[in-house]
């Protein structure tokens, strides 16, 4: 009994601890994700007599490009934002008032003041601003993330070397390394280039239908899409709200129709042809993950939650001790 309080005040005092540096910890984190995900094509070019240097140098170019890339998308959104914020609010509001209208002619005792109350326009329109400001502050680390990225790749290449040369080290505990990392790179790998996917076909969609900002939502969708369960749900909002800003009812229902037809088919049919049992974890426990890693780390800690999980699960999985634990996060066993 003595043993376990000990434990769980050690934890109490680590999650307090990393809660109070989060904002130093985020960054931390990015970067060992990108650097999971950039070590191999880093390892595979200096195998193939690419000196070290330039490969890092590759490595860096081409993340220094995609921010580039997401600057240039999202400070011109967020200056036509900031234009037609006036105009939006307007169009809110006449759209409102049909959709009373319409409730009224058809005998519809619609609860309008109830509604009114909780979707503000102002408050509705900056939800979006909101989002997108986020996003920036993200990258406002980003060369922080870079100089973390290229250090960490120098230490990869030879840092399972140095592992397995400590005394004494098992080896149960090298592949349960070894497993952590493939887990963790595989999961990464394959939610980005669905994310991705996610993301070129919703602002596909939304630039067809001629909604503000197609480009804008499609980048919304492809980070979002990292957020397990409520992701693709809160990427929806802005788009739908917009087309029912501009063209009304009709044109957010067909909006809507395209985010749910998009998220379903690859969440739900595409991805799991790929991922097969690589996330193996509970339906619970992402949901749970999602808000403890939200509550601990902030927005990013939402979009790392499942590569933590996986982290946590894995770990518990190489020690006899704890392995029961692993067994309760694991998805359930098929009959």
Do not use: H
């Not at 590759?58 to 036509?80: A, E, F, H, W, Y």
């Not at 601990?296 to 996986?310: A, D, E, Q």
């Amino acid at each position: 009994m003595t043993r376990a309080l000990i434990i769980v005040a050690c934890l109490v005092v680590i999650l307090a601890g990393v809660k109070a540096s989060a904002s130093l910890l985020v960054p931390f984190l990015l970067a060992a994700f990108l650097t999971i995900l950039l070590a191999r094509p880093f390892i595979s070019m200096r195998d193939k007599g690419i000196p070290s240097g330039v490969g890092l140098v590759v490595m860096i170019l081409c993340l220094g490009g995609l921010g580039v890339l997401v600057m240039t998308i999202v400070k011109p959104s967020l200056d036509q934002f900031n234009v037609n914020l006036p105009t939006y609010e307007a169009n809110l509001r006449v759209q409102l008032d049909a959709v009373w209208q319409w409730f009224e002619a058809k005998g519809i005792d619609a609860p309008k003041t109830l509604v009114v109350d909780y979707l503000d326009p102002q408050f509705a329109m900056t939800y979006v601003g909101l989002i997108a400001k986020e996003l920036s502050g993200m990258l406002g680390q980003v060369i922080l993330i870079f100089i973390i990225v290229a250090f960490m790749l120098v230490e990869a290449s030879g840092l399972y070397s140095k592992i397995s040369s400590i005394p004494g080290i098992s080896e149960q505990a090298l592949g349960a390394i070894d497993k952590t990392l493939q887990d963790v790179r595989s999961y990464v790998s394959l939610k980005a280039g669905m994310s991705l996917l996610t993301g070129a076909l919703v602002a596909i969609w939304l630039w067809f239908l001629g909604i503000d900002n197609a480009l804008f939502m499609g980048m919304l969708a492809f980070f979002l899409n990292f957020v397990p369960t409520i992701g693709s749900i809160i990427a929806a909002i802005p788009g739908v709200l917009l087309g029912f800003i501009i063209f009304g009812p009709p044109m957010a229902a067909v909006t809507a129709l395209g985010y749910v037809v998009i998220n379903v088919g690859i969440s739900n049919v595409i991805e799991p042809q790929f991922m097969g049992k690589n996330l193996d974890v509970s339906p619970l426990i992402v949901v749970v993950s999602l808000i403890f890693w939200g509550w601990l780390l902030g927005p990013i800690g939402m979009l790392l939650s499942i590569p933590l999980t996986i982290l946590v699960k894995v770990g518990l999985e190489s020690n006899n001790a704890t392995k029961p634990i692993a067994v309760l996060l694991g998805a359930p066993p098929k009959v």
